[in-house]
């Protein structure tokens, strides 16, 4: 047996395995993106309107079968159009997708000054966004701010939001330990069952993370709670050790890039 044929021999045993495994692999990176887009509203409509066409084929209903082989097509452009925000979502989170992430492999140092001007307003009542860029270009939403490219620092947060700047009712981008944008505008959330008693900073926080993957911090002028917005969902009156946390998991954050004081526990408040 030729050394081809041997490789060709291991390869039939393992061949059923890695094509589970491939196969296993991609069904649940599919099933995260598409809860995470809550694109499970796509699916359940797919999924009906199968089992309306498996009870029509397996019953034997003529005109059953005749009206969904002749909408079918119809149908598929509906759900095209009416679920075109999902549908852009999925796709977006694909082309985001870092499909063989194998763990933290960036340290980050500056979250502690934004995490300490958070709370530093947060206890004088003064609103605060603060949007950590990931892996989705945000250039037209920092071209909707003043640009600064500052280093990004406790006290210059602070100053921004914490009095009556022109720059104080936006947002502040995050990038890279610099501070690239302020006063920056962002959209509104699209969700029907947000809450009312949220303000507009909460509203395009979650907006925000409807369209990218960006995370947004937010400190409430009201009340004073500083809450994320990641994922299309908002989690509200965070503490610190919520805060820091959730910010060690979403940003891919090693332990020792924040202080010893700041403990994670897991993220429980959702809006």
Not at 162 to 179: M, N, R, S, V
Not at 186 to 197: A, F, H, V
Request: with cysteine; net charge negative.
């Amino acid at each position: 047996m030729t050394a081809i044929e041997k490789i060709q021999f291991i390869y039939n045993y393992i061949r059923p395995v890695l094509d589970i495994s491939i196969l296993a692999f991609v069904f649940y990176k599919s099933y995260s993106i598409i809860v995470k887009t809550h694109g499970l509203q796509i699916l359940k409509g797919l999924l009906i309107m199968g089992l309306a066409y498996v009870v029509a084929l397996a019953l034997d209903l003529k005109t059953m079968l005749w009206l969904l082989n002749t909408i079918a097509p119809g149908l598929l452009i509906c759900f095209a159009i009416v679920f075109q925000p999902e549908l852009r979502k999925i796709f977006l989170k694909l082309g985001q997708g870092d499909w063989f992430k194998l763990g933290a492999r960036t340290k980050h140092t500056y979250v502690d000054s934004v995490l300490i001007a958070a709370e530093m307003l947060s206890n004088i009542k003064r609103g605060m966004l603060a949007v950590f860029i990931r892996k989705t270009n945000l250039k037209d939403i920092i071209d909707t701010g003043t640009r600064l490219n500052a280093d990004l620092t406790s006290s210059l947060l602070v100053t921004i939001f914490a009095h009556d700047t022109p720059l104080h009712d936006g947002a502040c981008i995050i990038q890279g330990g610099k501070i690239v944008s302020a006063g920056c505008f962002l959209p509104l959330s699209e969700q029907y069952d947000i809450k009312k008693t949220f303000g507009t900073r909460h509203r395009a926080a979650l907006g925000l993370s409807e369209e990218t993957d960006a995370i947004v911090l937010v400190v409430s002028e009201e009340t004073g709670a500083i809450s994320l917005a990641y994922d299309s969902k908002l989690y509200y009156d965070l503490t610190m050790e919520q805060l820091t946390k959730t910010l060690e998991e979403q940003l891919e954050l090693t332990p020792d890039s924040f202080t010893e004081e700041d403990p994670a526990n897991d993220v429980t408040s959702k809006a």
